[in-house]
């Protein structure tokens, strides 16, 4: 759990992150969006001290993270950004290898480690770890630098901007091996985007920054719910409040008792994957099926409409 | 079949054709201060040596003249430079008057310009195959090993030059000593100095423009005139610090030549430290805070690495410039091979000037060549081995 109380930090008098409160659970994504310049990154750089705050702390697991020095801080946590900071002059195995060398792990232990985890990454061993970080594509350089963060086993990974490099395929494919990670090891993980549907398709919760200050902070369907400020509404984007909302649930979740003709969607496809279809084909029910593929059921366009619509 | 010809060949055989059939291949005096008597190769050398060399450097020039591999024409080239260094020795022996000692034989005109025309055969070729580091380094042992057997044979003991150094064997070796000291000495004090201070200036942003003008300025000042300034300070120093001088502090002589030197050194060693650290990118230097290194493991481990190459080459520059700078300290009782060059200026014996300027140019050239495969060796390893 990381506890941030009343943490300001104030660059010549200017408050970049303004008295900000909130509390992270354990084993959760938490994504922090806002625009350039509204403190979001100054937020995470002061959870493993790489910025000092003017005022307030900032607890890890019930303990204040100035306990320790800032190194030693700084190894127990995680820590990814974009343009993923590889170290041109190592391998990737020695790269991987930093922070558990650091640590002084035996030599044993930290290449069982780098072997684990570029196979977790779906990098085979032996080829990519004797290679150099230019030697590697885009994607690929963005995995192993996760793969870095990753290697000392840290039950917090703090991520800055860390897919804003890639490009929109490659881009989706590292948000879904990210959701993946995070189940196989249960990190806590706090990640910095500015982009709202990056944060909608990873967070369990949502703190919105404007100005330093955290406007609003909760599950994604209550910012679309009820956006807190007129900022958030206008970050969520009004006209696709709607499509947001059904991007967050599953179809599983709008299943009627019933039949329906045609190709039949999976129950844990999105509700805004099951309108798009139904409108596409130009029918007016879904069967629905079960990841093993029984049938469940339907899912109705009326159904969906009225999810879509404003809460009352 | 239509002949393709190599456009740096044409001038070497140009050259070549003019170092043999145009120019004299060496010089013949009475004594070492006199004007000689020039002499072609025909008249320099027994007839079946001058005819054998003519043929080989013939063969050479054809070599180079064609498109051939480059290992052809590097086995050429050394062949012609060899063979121009042995027939130089002969020279040397048949132009002498036997039991004459005061009879000088000297390579001309001729002979300077084949060598320099192989000599830019041999580089070419080199440059052309793109010898790894390694490659190179072993190519300067080898041809220092040829110079060395020449000279150990007494095969050159006949030309005027090794006259010179027989008559000053002792001395030459005590200046060498100093003279590779003064030049080493002066960069190992800069490294010592300039490293800890480029760090400084790059991690403290307003130190840097202050400390980089202030050594600009020193490096324009022209090394005669440092010498002047130094003699000052250094000489109150001498008188007025207890000990200093029985450690050979003076305002003459190897000390003020040591700090000249010294000083020069810094602005490369200090410009390329900062220039190689602000080169490292910064999203490294991110990541290694953010992992977690301290700012010393992170200085050894990530930003001192990357920026080796940078620094290298600023030690390269110092090394350089400093065994060509060292020859001027002579001026002001430094030592060093400058030494024999104003000597032999002074004496208008241009052999014993030669006595001074070969080894300090074999000298540079020789550091060049070690620290270019340093600094490439380098380079590659913060690019990643296999870009190589």
């Known amino acids: 759990m990381i506890e941030i109380d009343a943490i300001t930090k104030q660059y010549d008098g200017v408050a970049v992150v303004d008295d900000v409160s909130m509390v992270i659970e354990p084993r959760t994504i938490t994504v922090v969006v806002g625009t350039s310049g509204s403190g979001k990154t100054t937020l995470l750089r002061m959870i493993n001290r790489l910025v000092e705050p003017s005022s307030g702390a900032i607890r890890l697991d019930g303990e204040d993270n100035r306990s320790i020095a800032g190194y030693e801080l700084r190894r127990r946590i995680g820590y990814a950004i974009q343009g993923h900071g590889l170290f041109p002059h190592r391998t990737v195995a020695q790269n991987i290898a930093t922070v558990p060398s650091l640590l002084g792990w035996e030599r044993r232990r930290i290449d069982l480690k780098v072997a684990e985890l570029l196979t977790l990454f779906q990098l ?150 099951a309108l798009a279809d139904l409108l596409w084909s130009g029918r007016t029910a879904l069967p629905v099926v079960s990841v093993t593929g029984m049938p469940m059921g339907r899912v109705t366009l009326d159904a969906l409409l009225k999810r879509a619509a404003r809460p009352l | 079949m239509r002949i393709q010809l190599d456009k740096l060949g044409i001038v070497i055989a140009l050259l070549a054709a003019y170092g043999t059939l145009g120019a004299s291949f060496a010089v013949s005096k009475p004594n070492r201060i006199v004007q000689g008597q020039a002499k072609s190769i025909l008249d320099a050398l027994p007839s079946w040596a001058a005819w054998a060399l003519l043929v080989l450097l013939f063969a050479a020039a054809v070599v180079a003249l064609l498109r051939t591999s480059a290992w052809a024409k590097l086995i050429a080239a050394a062949a012609a430079l060899l063979a121009l260094a042995l027939a130089m020795g002969l ?60 000279l150990f044979s007494g095969s050159w003991d006949g030309l005027s030059i090794m006259k010179e150094y027989a008559g000053r064997a002792d001395v030459f070796w005590v200046e060498a000593g100093k003279h590779v000291t003064l030049a080493l000495g002066s960069l190992l004090a800069a490294v010592a100095v300039g490293l800890p201070l480029g760090i400084l200036c790059h991690r403290v942003e307003p130190l840097r423009a202050s ?176 870009s190589g």
Not at chain 1, 142 to 149: D, K, L, S
Not at chain 1, 247 to 266: D, F, K, L, N, T
Not at chain 2, 106 to 124: K, M, N, T, Y
Request: charged share 15%; aromatic share 6%.
């Open chain 2, 91 to 150: 020279t040397g022996h048949f132009l002498t008057p036997a039991g004459n000692t005061y009879a000088r034989v000297s390579p001309a005109s001729g002979f300077w310009i084949l060598l320099f025309a192989f000599a830019l055969l041999a580089a070419d070729a080199i440059t052309r195959l793109k010898p790894p580091p390694w490659m190179r380094v072993l190519f300067l042992i080898l041809a220092g090993a040829g110079v060395g057997g020449l």
């Open chain 1, 124 to 273: 085979e061993p032996e080829i990519y770890g004797p290679r150099y970080p230019h030697e590697l594509s885009g994607g690929q350089q963005q995995r192993v630098g996760v793969a870095r963060a990753l290697a000392a086993e840290p039950n917090v990974l703090l991520m800055d901007e860390p897919f804003g490099a890639l490009d929109p395929i490659i881009r989706a494919k590292a948000q879904e091996d990210l959701l993946a990670i995070q189940k196989h090891f249960g990190t806590t993980i706090v990640l910095v985007t500015h982009d709202m549907n990056e944060a909608f398709h990873l967070a369990h919760k949502i703190a919105v920054m404007d100005q330093g200050k955290v406007v609003q902070y909760g599950p994604p369907a209550e910012l679309v719910q009820t956006p807190a400020t007129s900022f958030v509404e206008t970050l969520i984007g009004e006209t696709e409040r709607p499509f947001r909302l059904l991007s967050i649930s599953r179809a599983g979740m709008a299943v009627e008792p019933g039949e329906a003709a045609g190709e039949p969607i999976r129950e844990d496809r999105t509700q805004q994957d």
């Open chain 2, 211 to 386: 400390v980089l003008n202030a050594l600009n300025i020193i490096q324009t000042i022209p090394s005669i005139a440092l010498f002047g300034i130094l003699i000052a300070p250094l000489g109150w120093i001498a008188a007025t610090v207890p000990g200093a001088a029985a450690l050979g502090i003076r305002g003459i002589g190897a000390a003020p030549a040591f700090v000249a030197l010294f000083l020069y050194s810094l602005l490369p060693v200090v410009a390329n430290t900062v220039i190689g650290l602000s080169g490292v990118p910064k999203d490294a230097v991110d990541a290694a805070r953010g992992i977690g290194m301290t700012n010393r493991q992170r200085l050894f481990k990530i930003e001192f690495p990357l920026a080796l190459p940078v620094i290298l080459t600023g030690i390269r520059i110092v090394l350089v410039q400093n065994i060509g700078l060292a020859t001027i300290a002579a001026l002001i009782g430094g030592g060093g091979f400058g030494v024999f060059v104003f000597q032999g200026i002074g004496q208008t014996a241009m052999d014993l000037v030669l006595l001074g300027a070969v080894p300090t140019v074999a000298l540079s050239f020789a550091a060049a060549v070690i620290l270019d495969a340093l600094i490439e060796l380098n380079s590659r390893a913060v690019n990643g081995a296999r």
